[in-house]
C-alpha cells in the first residue's frame, strides 16, 4: 500500500501531466476539504471544467465528478493518486469508518503541505 505522502507525490504528477494550466492556483487551501466533492483537489480544479457531451457527466456536477469522467478515473485511481481516501479494502477487513476519515485527515494536510511548498518556492 503506497504512503499518503506518495499517493499525493503522484496525484501532483497526474494533474501536471493531464490537468489543466495552473491547476494550482484553482485550489483555495484555506477551503480544502478532502471529504468534500466540491471542495477537494479535483472540486476545485475541474469545478468550472466544461464537459463535453461524450462525458458522461455535466457541467452543473461537481468538480470531483467532471474530474473522474472527463480523466476517465475510477475510484481506484482516485484513490492512488491522493485525491480519495483508501477504500475500506486496502485498509483492511478490520478497518472502521475512523480509519477512513484518518485517511481524508491525512490526505488533506499532505496536500496542504505540498501546496504550500511550491507557493513558497515560487
Known sequence: MLTIAERVDAGIKFLDE?????????????QLNMR?????VLGFVYADCK?????????KQPGYWKAQAYLNMDAITCQQLGF???????????????DKRNDYVALQ????RRLTEVKEVA
Open 36 to 40: 468534500s466533492i466540491c471542495d477537494c
Open 84 to 98: 480519495d481516501a483508501s477504500s475500506s479494502e486496502e485498509l483492511g477487513s478490520n478497518a472502521y469508518y475512523s
Open 51 to 59: 464537459m463535453e457531451e461524450h462525458h458522461k457527466c455535466n457541467d
Open 109 to 112: 494536510e499532505e496536500w496542504i
Open 18 to 30: 493531464h490537468g489543466p494550466e495552473k491547476w494550482r492556483e484553482k485550489i483555495v487551501l484555506k
